[in-house]
């Protein structure tokens, strides 16, 4: 279990409040004070105010002590990496030995879903702790709206500098999501030369990092940073060193052939993905550690969404909300008590609960009206876990309470339910008049989503892209988003 708050977290209750006061200051001695579009300096605060701050200093500075300053945020996000492609039980044999000593030292969430099977939609949910259906950004040419409360806006408002580098074109401000942010590097189609043909569809994750690390440099701390590495996206194209079939040719896993042989060629290369960006990440790791930054730095583990390899016929993802391309990795590491070492949390949780807990751990305010629950509540109410996909000719949504499995086809009105534990999980519905447990568990979710989808007044209004630059279009064509 998630170590409880207590007052020797920070000394005391005061000490808590002395905390709250410091990050007042900024708009009191004019720190950075952000708008929505942009950043503005704010005034200098009147003497009458500077006497009272250092009147307020001195008390509290007897009472508990210099400090503790608000902690760093850094959301690392593996594109489409599956839940169980990590290997985390042993640093020493694991093919992602980073990513074990991250999960060995912080807490890792078991039980973790994405709440959309594809990038645009699944991060908006990430980034403002709502449902797909209520950011409304869920189609090919939605963008998240302007009255979305994003994490880098609710940091930036705290005197938090700003940062996203996307190697997804989904992740860009052509589709919304600049907004209050300082710094927005895009490095989608970038040429990758492990790519056969030479092709520019996938930004190698060590050119992310590298752009974060010079970012890192001249950063004003607290800093707030989204990095979204797209390998190990397809098409699946490791270095050798990390490619087991050492230059084999493989075809985008949309176009393989479907044959248990080429399933395994294929899923070996994704995981040579896997294991290449863990070690990027690793050498992300070291350098904060050289520039003193990891010690105050809260680091997030996570992924967009999962990929499927014909478990049930499909392969990719965007085209269904089961298992494979729903579970994710999620791991959260350092910098507060209350992510005490070694925790491994089974119970479910999802993406829409990282903004209230980030915000929580920077003991910032949590806006109301979010879709997603605080995960460091000592005894968290549970809650069926939610996704949805509006994509194409897919839409469709799911609630998931272990063992059961609801899953709503919103243009033929079918409902489907399902029994993840049983011998057949997503492949037969069960008969709920076969099973009274099944017949309540049905009946359950269904009045899930339909209050979810009552709860119009968190919807916001659907937005389009405007234009989309020809850079970003290619990238997005090649990468299959767009026909």
Known sequence: MIAPQSETRKGSRACYIWNSMQRLSSNLSGKRKVVKRGVVRAKQGRSGRLLLWVALTSLFLVYCGPPKPP???????????????????????????????LSQNGVTFENAYANASWTRASMASLMTGLLPWHHSTESRLDRLPETARTLAELFAEHGYSTAIVSANPNISPVFGFEQAVEQFSPLYARSNPGIVGGHELVTPSTVVNTEAMRWFEDVQQPFFLLALAIDPHAPYAPPPEFDPGQ?????????????????????????????????????????????????????????????????????????????????VPLILHGANDRLAPGQRIQRPVSLVDLAPTLLDLAQLP??????????????????????????????????????????????????????????????????????PSAQEAQARLEAVLDESQNQSGRTLPKTRARRIPGRVEASLRALGYIE
Do not use: C, M
């Open 71 to 101: 902690p760093n945020i850094l959301i690392y996000v593996v594109d489409t990496l599956r839940s169980d492609a990590l290997s985390l039980e042993d640093e020493a044999t694991s093919h992602t030995p980073h990513w074990a000593r």
């Open 247 to 327: 230059h084999r040719k493989a075809d985008a896993v949309a176009d393989a052939a479907r044959t248990p042989s080429n399933i395994d060629r294929v899923r070996e290369r994704y995981l040579g993905e896997v294991a290449f960006n863990d070690a990027s990440f690793g050498q992300l790791v070291d350098f904060l550690k050289q520039k003193n930054l990891w010690e105050n730095t809260v680091v997030i583990l996570t992924s967009d969404h999962g990929e499927a390899f014909w478990e049930y016929g499909q392969a990719g993802h965007g085209k269904s909300l089961h298992e494979e391309v729903l579970r």
């Open 366 to 435: 949590i806006p109301e009206g979010l879709d997603g629950q605080n995960l460091l509540t000592p005894h968290p109410k549970p809650s069926p876990i939610l996704a949805g996909l509006d994509l194409d000719q897919h839409r469709l949504q799911s609630a998931f309470d272990p063992p059961y499995k609801l899953v709503r086809n919103l243009k033929t009105g079918k409902q489907s339910l399902y029994r993840l534990d049983g011998p057949t999980a997503e492949a037969i519905p069960l008969d709920p008049a076969l099973d």
